[in-house]
């Protein structure tokens, strides 16, 4: 019995971590997210200010294309970053399938004492009836 709440404990640990690195990672992305957003709105600002949009002119601003090949790869990234979270999201289903079993049977387990208890008690109470009945 004991295992198997130390069993269910490493289960529910381990469901934990997954559902951490879960959100670790979606947090990641929406930064990369938001940060390549902001990349985005700094380009189209200094085309502006330059007057300049096309990128392969030999006046476009350095500072333009630095903040598009850092926006580009944030997006990379953030892609990437995508795989590992479906990766990571199906090592959670996985670890809460791990741990639903492992609950089943100890629900199992337990519905087997109880119905074992029962029935030595109900045996209890027959030879208890059965010794009245005997003395009367």
Known sequence: ????????????????????????????????????????????????????????HFAYSTYAKAARTRRDNLKRSADELKTQLEDAQAELGEAFEALKKVEILESRERSAERAADSARD???????????????
Not at 124 to 136: E, K, T
């Open 1 to 56: 019995m004991k295992s198997r709440e130390t069993l269910i404990r490493l289960k529910r640990f381990q469901l934990d971590e997954k559902r951490r690195r879960v959100a670790q990672i979606e947090g990641m992305i929406a930064e990369f997210d938001r940060m390549a957003a902001d990349l985005e709105r700094e380009v189209a600002a200094e085309e502006q200010r330059s007057g300049i949009t096309d990128i392969g």
């Open 122 to 136: 109900q045996a209890a109470m027959n030879q208890l009836g059965l010794a009245r009945a005997m003395r009367a």
